[in-house]
């Protein structure tokens, strides 16, 4: 099942509908991403793997923690699972810092946001606070 995208129309939505206030005088849109960075491609799309069997297990009815990486993400799950999960993680910026950099890049300009607010779901602390201090830099 092919999911609809619907950030860009709500964006428009709330940018065509904005009303000034006391707080606020122009419409700030503020939009969400996942991003794993590591100091590879291919590192970042293996932690990349806990993320994608954790939306497909979502899929399955059976919610958990957050699995450890895999080797090979295609084997765990079906086609189907594959396609909705990266409808889902569409919005995903998986790779090195070039990478991620490049990805956030086009982002905010495709939606015009004012604001980033990124979230990396990564099953090892250490490869966690290492894709936030690449993200950083």
Known sequence: ?????????????????????????????????????????AEARQLFTSVQQSFANVLRGRRGQLPPPIDDIEAYWTPEEKQSVSSMLRRSFVGSPETVRRGLEDFAAETGADELIVASAIHDHAARLRSYELLAG
Do not use: C, G, K, N
């Open 1 to 41: 099942m092919q999911r609809r995208d619907a950030l860009l129309p709500a964006l428009e939505l709330y940018r065509d509908r904005f009303e000034p206030s006391a707080q606020l005088q122009e419409p700030h849109t503020m939009v969400a991403a996942t991003v794993i960075a590591a100091d590879d491609d």
